[in-house]
């Protein structure tokens, strides 16, 4: 009976558009969806430096290299106030992490794709960082207070990013022949991937209502879809770049852009663990994390001998 | 802007490019840290210290490059040059075996660039004491950061402890490229433009051998031969490989901009 009290409260607040704080009282399923949504967010971050992170000691340039190495850290950056957002509802970094080494956690299947060359740097600002700002402006509207003020600093840096992606997918597509070449290749590559990325559509989406219900989120994956692609196919022909889609066209009635069908077979697939880096990226982190084990013991023994020392 | 004669020019190119050189060429080393590190806050230290050597190395390098006869650009001067032309210290070209050689590298790396900018910061130049001011605030982070981490490695675990002396005991033979004493940097010394880095040596030890000490490392006798020639462009196997991959975009596309 108390719970169900709470549990009206909860819905009155949530309706209110108040915010909700850590010590608030919150429905085990809104905690455990938050924790799923959080973790996977966080996991996402810290795969996603392993694609970019391939070009950063192959970057054409000081500024270019310099510019990418700080993009890189700051997604490291979003991964850790991430994971400390998720640890305000009580599960710890360590747990989280080796949910995600042990495949029982999901991460972004955009990271489950090769750069192959520089040209991927810019599109990956671009086109993937793109697609996470229409995401996290709305996440940063969340009800969940620690993860909505998340969300907001990290889009504050993912324009960032996505400003610098642009500018290098602008340089390479007014460069040279085979400097065009590389960017149309790299777009044609990423573009579909990058769609993926909202999510399956709304009426196959399983934990959609129920992120809905909690106001965690706002906006359904078509409408977020939908935002990305009318924002996206100006910048694309502002540059001269097309889209690997025939049936893109503008629909002057409902002003939106309309695509053609998503290769769902292929989301799904990589979602499983089968798309054409999901090993490799998992392993690399499995390597990190074991090679870095005695590392981690060392600063703990230390820091245990130090305390000890500092308790006499 | 100051003026040199000639043969002064030529010898500041030369300096200021083994200065420059040593920034990147380390700053290169860290950053194939970014998404591997043992913790993501090493990944984001050692994408910080990185950041900056680069920086430090951007700054180095276009100073260098209004002394450069062939009018190259600081880009240039970082991605077209073989490493013959390289003029770094071979401490700072090698390889990340462990996180353990990451940290010594480092340690005795900032040890003698936390006084060397000092002195630099001191120099008659103002274009060249100009970077080096800036740099030694950046420098004096990277110590702190490094000497924590010798403390916390030698003074850790069994392990950790063998780790480092490993590293340690590999590296020594590589650390008193930073104090040669050459001819040519004597002469620019005497113009009062740079420092004597021979004086440093003992600055060096000061910094260094109580922290080892601390961190229960025993400290390596000094061997034979200690690693020469960097400065005049001979390096260990390492460097080339670290710039076949580095240099490769403009050097494949040599008409392109990026
Ligand atoms: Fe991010
Ligand atoms: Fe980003």
Not at chain 1, 86 to 103: F, H, K, P, Q, Y
Not at chain 1, 143 to 153: E, V
Not at chain 2, 154 to 172: F, I, K, M, Y
């Amino acid at each position: 009976m108390e719970d169900e009290k709470k549990l009206a409260e909860f819905q009155t607040r949530l309706k209110n558009g108040e915010s909700i704080e850590p010590k608030d009282w919150m429905p085990e399923r809104y905690r455990k969806q938050l924790v799923r949504m959080i973790s996977q967010h966080a996991h996402s971050e810290i795969v996603g430096m392993l694609p970019e992170g391939n070009w950063i000691t192959r970057a054409p340039n000081l500024r270019r290299k310099m510019a990418l190495l700080a993009k890189v850290q700051d997604e490291a950056g979003h991964g850790l106030y991430l994971y400390s957002a998720a640890e305000t509802l009580g599960v710890d970094r360590e747990s989280m992490i080796n949910d995600l080494l042990s495949g029982k956690a999901k991460y972004s299947s955009i990271f489950n794709y090769p750069t192959l060359t520089w040209a991927d740097i810019g599109v990956i600002g671009w086109l993937v960082d793109g697609a996470a700002i229409v995401n996290q402006t709305m996440l940063a509207k969340s009800s969940y207070g620690p993860y909505s003020r998340a969300n907001l600093r990290i889009c504050r840096e993912e324009n960032f990013h996505k400003k610098q992606g642009y500018e290098i997918v602008a340089t390479l597509a007014n460069g040279t022949d085979a400097q065009r070449k590389m960017i149309q290749e790299s777009v044609n590559r990423w573009w579909w991937p990058s769609l993926m990325m909202f999510g399956p559509t709304d009426k196959d989406s399983p934990n959609s209502a129920e992120l809905t219900k909690w106001k965690v989120k706002i906006h359904s994956n078509d409408d977020l879809r939908q935002r990305f692609v009318d924002l996206t196919v100006p910048q694309a022909k502002a540059v001269n770049i097309t889209f690997p889609d025939p049936d893109l066209k503008f629909n002057e009635e409902t002003g939106h852009w309309e695509f053609g069908e998503i290769d769902w077979n292929e989301f799904y697939r990589v979602i499983k663990g089968y798309g054409p880096m999901n090993r490799e990226r998992m392993n690399a982190r499995k390597k990190a994390h074991e090679d870095g084990r005695w590392v981690r013991e060392a600063a703990e023994a230390y820091a245990k001998k130090k305390k000890v020392l500092h308790e006499n | 802007m100051a003026e040199f004669d000639v043969k002064t020019r030529e010898l500041l190119f030369n300096y200021i490019l083994g200065i420059a050189d040593d920034r990147l060429i380390l700053g290169h080393r860290l950053s194939e840290w970014c998404g591997h590190a043992p913790i993501i806050e090493e990944d984001i230290a050692m994408a910080n210290i990185a950041l900056d050597c680069i920086g430090e190395a951007d700054a180095f390098y276009k100073l260098a490059a209004t002394f450069d006869t062939e009018g190259r650009s600081a880009d240039d001067l970082a991605f077209l040059r073989d490493s013959t032309e390289f003029r770094n210290v071979q401490l700072s070209e090698q390889p990340n075996t462990d996180f353990a050689w990451t940290i010594a590298r480092q340690f005795f790396t900032d040890a003698f660039y936390v006084p060397f900018f000092e002195e630099l910061a001191k120099s008659s130049y103002e274009e060249l004491a100009a970077p080096g001011a800036k740099a030694l605030k950046e420098v004096k982070y990277h110590l702190r950061h490094s000497r924590e981490w010798i403390l916390r490695l030698g003074d850790g675990t069994e392990e950790s402890n063998s780790r480092l002396q490993d590293a340690v005991d590999n590296l020594w033979m590589y650390t008193r490229e930073f104090f040669e004493f050459s001819d040519s940097v004597k002469l620019l010394y005497e113009l009062d433009i740079v420092p004597d880095n021979s004086a440093l040596l003992e600055k060096w030890k000061e910094t260094v051998l109580p922290v080892l000490k601390d961190a229960l490392i025993t400290i390596p006798e000094d061997p034979p031969y200690f690693a020469t020639g960097g400065r005049n462009g001979l390096h260990t196997e390492h460097l080339g490989h670290l710039l076949a991959e580095m240099q490769v975009l403009p050097r494949t596309y040599p008409d392109a901009k990026w």
